[in-house]
């Protein structure tokens, strides 16, 4: 069964739409809680005023990207917004992960620092290679043009195993004669 031009259409919309959704509630999320940590930091140092809080995030490095909220500023590095599966994930991820989740070939993962661990499968077999998960987000970030960039690849060989599939069952249905 074949989806015709409108349908392919209306689900690249549909998906497009919920990732949007989902990116403006997890950076509502991080505003949220890097508002209550400011808000736990000011009180813990007892600041004057809010401005210098504010003028002391913003002269920091790295900074890219500037939220607003309620009147509120924070600025997040690209690096520390996370997408919806990375929210209480672990901090550590292995070598398969890595490549399917970000999109990232072996040479890239070649150069990232990895923890080897005994194999839990079996003792005998090669040690496992586990990669902490932000250095791996990062590369990941770099290579595809940001977190947008990432997730178009992601979707781009999401559709293109899903072509694949079609293709391998088009004929499943058919009748034989």
Not at 41 to 55: F, P
Not at 134 to 147: D, K, L, W
């Amino acid at each position: 069964m074949e989806l015709t031009e409108e349908q392919e259409k209306r689900s690249i919309i549909n998906r497009e739409r919920a990732f949007s959704i989902r990116r403006k509630r997890e950076l509502e999320e991080i505003v949220q809680n890097a508002t209550s940590a400011r808000n736990d930091k000011k009180r813990a140092t007892s600041r004057n005023s809010e401005d210098e809080l504010v003028k002391e995030i913003q002269g920091s490095e790295g900074a890219k990207e500037d939220c607003t909220k309620d009147g509120v500023s924070d600025v997040l590095k690209d690096s520390e917004i996370l997408e919806s599966f990375e929210i209480g994930a672990a901090p550590m991820i292995t070598k398969k992960e890595a490549m399917s989740i970000y999109c990232l070939p072996e040479g890239t993962l070649a150069v990232c620092q990895c923890v080897e661990k005994e194999n839990p499968h079996r003792k005998g077999w090669s040690a496992m290679k586990l990669y902490h998960r932000s250095e791996i987000r990062r590369r990941a970030r770099e290579r595809h043009g940001g977190m947008d960039g990432l997730i178009a690849e992601r979707k781009r060989r999401e559709m293109k195993r899903c072509k694949a599939t079609m293709e391998k069952a088009k004929d499943i249905f058919a009748k034989k004669s």
